[in-house]
């Protein structure tokens, strides 16, 4: 899926790419089938491998690191990485046990996506706009990963049935 450009899609921009996503995206009766947990924790174990590599590396290729607009001690990467102070953050599953849905390890409150998403796809404090992961795949933080869509997109995105847009 490429969806270069739709950072934040209008609704002309959704429908083209609606039905793409749609397919790509789990339902509500979906997140409870084994399929669905089995991808998940198979995403979670290759994300924690790499993590325990790439907390050791201070640029991995194609990486961009920009301030964060507001958080001025921190530094978010293109591909989801987090810097405190000059020091890479490790990410852990947030504390209300959802899978794929990485905070950082010493600031639990703190949604990597939404630091990507606040830097990259210049999300501005207190705007309702919900990040949503292309892949579906929430420990895939980084940019091309990410896109910012309203809730009513949001929404459709994960119904049960297709919707005419």
Same mark, same amino acid.
């Given at each position: 899926?490429?969806? &270069?450009?739709?950072? !934040?899609?209008?609704? =002309? $921009?959704?429908? #083209?790419?609606?039905? @793409?996503?749609? +397919?790509?995206?789990?339902?509500?009766?979906?997140?409870? &089938?084994?399929?669905? !947990?089995?991808?998940? =924790? $198979?995403?979670? #174990?290759?994300?924690? @491998?790499?993590? +325990?590599?790439?907390?050791?590396?201070?640029?991995?290729?194609?990486?961009?690191?920009?301030?964060?607009?507001?958080?001025?001690?921190?530094?978010?990467?293109?591909?989801?990485?987090?810097?405190?102070?000059?020091?890479?953050?490790?990410?852990?599953?947030?504390?209300?046990?959802?899978?794929?849905?990485?905070?950082?390890?010493?600031?639990?409150?703190?949604?990597?996506?939404?630091?990507?998403?606040?830097?990259?796809?210049?999300?501005?404090?207190?705007?309702?706009?919900?990040?949503?992961?292309?892949?579906?795949?929430?420990?895939?933080?980084?940019?091309?990963?990410?896109?910012?869509?309203?809730?009513?997109?949001?929404?459709?995105?994960?119904?049960?049935?297709?919707?005419?847009?």
């Amino acid at each position: 899926m490429n969806f &270069t450009g739709y950072k !934040k899609p209008t609704d =002309e $921009e959704f429908k #083209r790419c609606y039905k @793409e996503l749609f +397919e790509a995206s789990p339902r509500p009766k979906d997140y409870d &089938t084994k399929q669905y !947990k089995a991808k998940v =924790e $198979e995403s979670r #174990r290759r994300f924690l @491998e790499a993590q +325990e590599i790439n907390l050791k590396i201070e640029l991995l290729p194609g990486e961009k690191w920009l301030n964060h607009p507001t958080l001025k001690t921190y530094q978010v990467s293109n591909l989801g990485r987090i810097k405190i102070r000059g020091k890479i953050q490790r990410q852990v599953d947030n504390s209300n046990g959802k899978l794929g849905y990485l905070v950082l390890e010493k600031y639990p409150k703190v949604l990597v996506y939404r630091l990507v998403a606040d830097v990259f796809l210049e999300r501005k404090t207190g705007e309702y706009r919900a990040v949503h992961h292309i892949d579906n795949d929430g420990y895939n933080c980084g940019e091309d990963n990410l896109i910012m869509l309203t809730k009513a997109q949001h929404d459709a995105i994960h119904t049960n049935e297709m919707e005419e847009w």
